[in-house]
């Protein structure tokens, strides 16, 4: 049956609180239960500003279609006169913009609009909605932990996992006591729309993750009193505790004591409620290229190129849209071109964009020589040695399912630098008896300092009760202007390589962060000499059995 889709500009509705009904709408009626989903209302996709080109094509690629861009208005007016919308939430956004979080998850939770009071007069030509709660009295004397504290005890389990948009903290500007300013713009509309279609549990603590405060307190109650899957799947992004330039609780595992948290990267991500709904979910294995036989000789030197990045789903849709392009003309123009290269792709496309994860597997078959791997660490960004050991085990398997599913044996793993004795003892053995071979390629945080537990003279090393899980030691490629270690110029990169001694298994792992791109790449296979093989990464984990420990 053929969809139709209106197609509109979000940035029409000229200010926050607008956009935001707009993807409470959307997301209400992607919901795939019956009862709360109106036949009748057209699916929307929307156009996000600075990315419209990129939207499209996507709609393009994955729906087959790409209507006239229509009214945001109109949608809304069909929006407010459909069963999909019970009623509204009156809010303000002048005083409670701190709240949002809450504000959405109360609003999704009842299948209500949120309209701020500044908005009234300009939806008073549409359809009239029954008002279901005025928040600007209710919730007058609400703070963001007492809201927060609200929404936990009266609404938990009517929710099915965690979502954290920051709705506009700036936390460059924080002081001594770790609070931020409040002048960081507003909240991410773009997620707001799979908040409501999957009824997530969207909240923002500025000091949630901040050991020994009340926000934190809470915090650990609210990812332990549920009733979701563990590890729990955090949407959106942690920014709260920024630390020369990176944030520290990213990951989510290390952002509650309990440690039973992943991240799945999906801030600045539209129409995943769209996707999600029209796209059939993944429950077979997808085919990768074959892996190469190769039989392992001492005067070679084994590189496996990983492209990194892959967690980040707004990086998939972006930046690695326009990287496949280039890979496959380049394909297309040379088989010197095509040497192996293996991409982090998130497992969680398998549920939320299964159609875009079909989309990179059938580009891999255009080239004969692109594989995928799990990107850091596994099912989700996680620290997993971290977690307890029940909430470890339950990972291990979710993983297990993201190798079948992937066709792969390879994960990139990224684990504090405190907690490495503890994941090679504990944790990575757990997968010996579990897959046949698996390789790990780790990366460490922060990603300056080397792992302790690997000698200079080491590449990996083999691990498990059957000798069948490597590691390998990280050797990761983030820029090159030269200035550290992790950025040589691309001649540098060749030149690490080509020094290697005879016989070395090693791969390099590239992220965009410091500037490397995939320019960088086939400039630096460039300077290669011949004694230097390319690999895909799970043909990397054979020949590293092969030479043994």
């Known amino acids: 049956m053929a969809i139709t889709v209106t197609m509109m500009y979000l940035s029409a509705l000229l200010n926050v609180t607008s956009q935001i009904s707009l993807q409470s709408c959307i997301g209400l009626h992607n919901r795939e239960t019956t009862s709360e989903t109106d036949a009748t209302l057209a699916d929307a996709y929307t156009l996000a500003e600075g990315r419209y080109d990129i939207d499209q094509i996507w709609l393009s690629e994955l729906s087959g279609v790409v209507p006239a861009a229509s009214d945001p208005d109109d949608y809304l007016r069909s929006c407010f006169s459909s069963t999909s919308a019970q009623g509204y939430i009156l809010y303000d956004y002048s005083k409670q913009k701190y709240l949002m979080p809450n504000i959405i998850t109360y609003a999704s939770l009842h299948s209500s609009i949120p309209i701020d009071v500044s908005d009234l007069s300009s939806f008073s030509s549409l359809p009239p909605l029954p008002l279901f709660s005025d928040l600007t009295t209710l919730w007058s004397h609400m703070t963001p932990y007492t809201a927060t504290l609200h929404m936990f005890k009266n609404y ?40 409501y279609k999957e009824k997530l549990f969207l909240m923002y603590l500025a000091r949630e993750c901040v050991p020994k405060t009340l926000e934190h307190k809470l915090f650990n109650r609210i990812v332990t009193e549920n009733n979701w899957k563990k590890p729990v799947k955090v949407y959106g992004y942690e920014d709260s505790v920024p630390v020369f330039g990176g944030d520290v609780f990213e990951a989510e595992t290390n952002c509650a004591s309990p440690h039973n948290l992943g991240q799945i990267a999906t801030k600045g991500v539209n129409n995943l409620s769209y996707f999600s709904k029209n796209s059939k979910q993944i429950n077979s294995p997808l085919q990768q290229n074959p892996t190469e036989d190769i039989t392992y000789a001492s005067t070679l030197t084994y590189v496996a190129i990983i492209i990194g990045d892959g967690d980040n789903l707004d990086i998939l849709k972006t930046r690695n849209l326009l990287w496949w392009s280039s890979r496959v003309s380049r394909c297309r123009d040379s088989d010197k071109k ?93 997968f010996s008896n579990l897959i ?49 270690e992790q950025s040589p110029s691309a001649r540098d990169m060749a030149r690490r390589i080509n020094g290697a001694p005879n016989g070395t298994i090693t791969h390099i792992y590239l992220t965009s962060d410091g500037g490397a791109s995939i320019d960088s790449i086939y400039e630096m296979v460039a300077y290669l000499e011949e004694d230097v093989m390319l690999v895909s990464a799970d043909a990397l984990i054979d020949l590293a059995v092969q030479k043994g420990i």
């Open 156 to 195: 938990i389990n009517q929710t099915t996992s965690l979502a954290k948009l920051n709705p506009g903290y700036d936390f460059k500007g924080m002081g001594h006591d770790i609070m931020p300013n409040r002048d960081g713009g507003d909240i991410d509309v773009l997620l707001v729309d799979y908040v």
């Open 338 to 430: 095509c040497f192996p290269l293996s991409w982090t792709i998130s497992p969680q496309l398998k549920y939320i964009l299964p159609d875009m994860m079909r989309y990179f597997y059938g580009e891999a078959k255009r080239t004969g020589r692109d594989y995928f791997v799990l990107p850091p660490s596994g099912d989700m960004y996680s620290y997993p040695s971290l977690m307890p050991e029940e909430v470890q085990d339950e990972y291990v398997d979710d993983v297990v399912e993201d190798f079948r599913i992937m066709s792969t044996r390879s994960s990139v793993h990224w684990e504090w630098f405190f907690s490495w004795s503890g994941a090679i003892k504990n944790y990575f053995p757990k």
């Open 436 to 484: 046949t071979s698996v390789g790990f390629f780790l990366t460490d945080v922060p990603f300056d300092v080397p792992i302790p537990e690997f000698s200079h003279l080491e590449d990996f090393k083999i691990v498990g009760e059957n000798n069948n899980v490597v590691l390998f030691k990280p050797n990761e490629w983030r820029g090159v202007d030269g200035e550290t």
